[in-house]
């Protein structure tokens, strides 16, 4: 029970900071806060104060900042609609923003603890498109079809992202000697030579990914430098927000079934199950993962809500965008019509979503 309990905290935790980065800009730009929320569905706690309605709803699978106007124009000074069209944005904006920042903060943890693992090869499996390119154990990929590979998890995630493309990839050799020693990359000032192959990966029935035929054994380094911890906390946000959208591309090219994709359940079943698992190794271990499932959950609800699609704040923003543009609002019967088809395709697909999050769980 203690476990379940952890992921519904972690997974509310993440939704409440991005509605208080909707709150807090409200609140900095005048505008009148009816009512903040964390959860769904009826109250459980409920007070106002200071105008605001603070409450705690039964559900977590979301949150709300409702603000006065925030849909019709009623002629209210402090209402959401009153305000220049750079508040607004300003306000919409903040809810990704805050989680942006949140997981920047949980990823220089992550990073500060764990350190950082470049992407070496350890060994080449014979008869993948690996050896035919050309690659070797000691290689060092430098990028992939121009993204560059800071560590071994952007090379993972790639291949993941990327299935039966063609791969452009660029890697370093270290001369004879070094190369059987992967901590040798670690060095500065270190003398290498370059090279480029292409390849695509193939399907590996038993472990049911697309492979490229390389094994790779972890060897963390420690972050050198403010500036590095910080680099490599940022590319920890850049890099899960990244996945969380491409993983819509992979949804639409069949890559990915319905089935695949998780929805609040799930997440709080699979957060919960970590913990049961590795609740025996120590609190502190616990608490760092759940440091790690805090910073994938921010990052890719706020990479995901900055899509422009009615109903999420992506959509709410492009309205804006236009609105500032042409110097005028686009009319907001329209606008409400079409973020109210946006809330009916996202409350199916959440309820289609928690069905087959409760069917896996339960079957």
Same mark, same amino acid.
Not at 214 to 234: C, M, Q, T
Not at 273 to 295: A, C, D, H, K, T
Not at 333 to 341: I, L, R, S, Y
């Given at each position: 029970?203690?476990?379940?309990?952890?992921?519904?905290?972690?997974?509310?935790?993440?939704?409440?900071?991005?509605?208080?980065?909707?709150?807090?800009?409200?609140?900095?730009?005048?505008?009148?806060?009816?009512?903040?929320?964390?959860?769904? %569905?009826?109250?459980?706690?409920?007070?106002?104060? +200071?105008?605001?309605?603070?409450?705690?709803?039964?559900?977590?699978?979301?949150?709300?900042?409702?603000?006065?106007?925030?849909?019709?124009?009623?002629?209210?000074?402090? %209402?959401? *609609?009153? @305000?220049?069209?750079?508040?607004?944005?300003?306000?919409?904006?903040?809810?990704?923003?805050?989680?942006f920042i949140l997981a920047f903060f949980f990823g220089?943890?992550?990073?500060?603890?764990?350190?950082?693992?470049?992407?070496?090869?350890?060994?080449?499996?014979?008869?993948?498109?690996?050896?035919?390119? %050309? *690659?070797?154990?000691?290689?060092?990929?430098?990028?992939?079809?121009? +993204?560059?590979?800071?560590?071994?998890?952007?090379?993972?995630?790639?291949?993941?992202?990327?299935?039966?493309?063609?791969?452009?990839?660029?890697?370093?050799?270290?001369?004879?000697?070094?190369?059987?020693?992967?901590? !040798?990359?670690?060095?500065?000032?270190?003398?290498?030579?370059?090279?480029?192959?292409?390849?695509?990966?193939?399907?590996?029935?038993?472990?049911?990914?697309?492979?490229?035929?390389?094994?790779?054994?972890?060897?963390?380094?420690?972050?050198? %430098?403010?500036? @590095?911890?910080?680099?490599?906390?940022?590319?920890?946000?850049?890099?899960?927000?990244?996945?969380?959208?491409?993983?819509? +591309?992979?949804?639409? +090219?069949?890559?990915?079934?319905?089935d695949d994709v998780g929805g609040p359940v799930r997440?709080?079943?699979?957060?919960?199950?970590?913990v049961e698992e590795i609740r025996p190794e120590g609190?502190?271990?616990?608490?760092?993962?759940?440091?790690?499932?805090?910073?994938?959950?921010?990052?890719? *609800?706020?990479?995901?809500?900055?899509?422009?699609?009615?109903?999420?704040?992506?959509?709410?923003? !492009?309205?804006?965008?236009?609105? !500032?543009?042409?110097?005028?609002?686009?009319?907001?019967?329209?606008?409400?019509?079409?973020?109210?088809?946006?809330?009916?395709?996202?409350?199916? *697909?959440?309820?289609?979503?928690?069905?087959?999050?409760?069917?896996?769980?339960?079957?």
């Amino acid at each position: 029970m203690l476990n379940i309990l952890a992921a519904i905290l972690l997974f509310g935790f993440v939704i409440m900071f991005h509605e208080l980065g909707h709150f807090l800009l409200a609140k900095a730009n005048g505008v009148e806060v009816t009512e903040f929320s964390i959860g769904m %569905g009826p109250r459980l706690v409920s007070r106002v104060w +200071r105008g605001t309605r603070y409450s705690l709803k039964i559900l977590p699978l979301g949150g709300s900042c409702a603000m006065a106007d925030e849909d019709t124009e009623s002629g209210n000074p402090n %209402g959401f *609609l009153s @305000k220049s069209v750079w508040a607004r944005i300003s306000i919409i904006a903040a809810g990704p923003i805050f989680n942006f920042i949140l997981a920047f903060f949980f990823g220089i943890i992550i990073v500060a603890y764990r350190g950082y693992d470049l992407p070496v090869i350890t060994n080449i499996v014979e008869g993948y498109p690996a050896e035919a390119a %050309g *690659l070797k154990a000691g290689d060092l990929i430098l990028s992939v079809n121009g +993204r560059r590979m800071l560590e071994y998890q952007d090379l993972s995630m790639y291949l993941q992202l990327h299935p039966e493309e063609e791969l452009e990839i660029v890697y370093g050799r270290l001369p004879e000697g070094q190369a059987e020693d992967p901590s !040798a990359w670690y060095q500065k000032d270190l003398s290498y030579e370059t090279g480029t192959t292409t390849l695509r990966t193939i399907y590996n029935e038993e472990t049911q990914n697309y492979m490229m035929g390389i094994e790779h054994y972890s060897n963390y380094h420690p972050v050198e %430098g403010l500036g @590095k911890l910080l680099r490599l906390g940022w590319h920890q946000v850049a890099l899960q927000g990244q996945a969380a959208i491409e993983s819509f +591309r992979l949804l639409f +090219r069949g890559y990915v079934g319905a089935d695949d994709v998780g929805g609040p359940v799930r997440i709080v079943a699979g957060i919960g199950q970590m913990v049961e698992e590795i609740r025996p190794e120590g609190w502190f271990i616990v608490l760092l993962n759940l440091i790690n499932w805090g910073m994938f959950l921010s990052a890719s *609800l706020g990479a995901v809500n900055l899509i422009p699609l009615p109903a999420l704040d992506g959509g709410r923003l !492009a309205f804006l965008l236009v609105e !500032a543009v042409r110097g005028k609002a686009i009319d907001q019967e329209k606008e409400g019509m079409v973020h109210f088809a946006g809330m009916m395709v996202l409350l199916a *697909l959440m309820i289609v979503i928690m069905f087959n999050d409760i069917r896996n769980l339960i079957f």
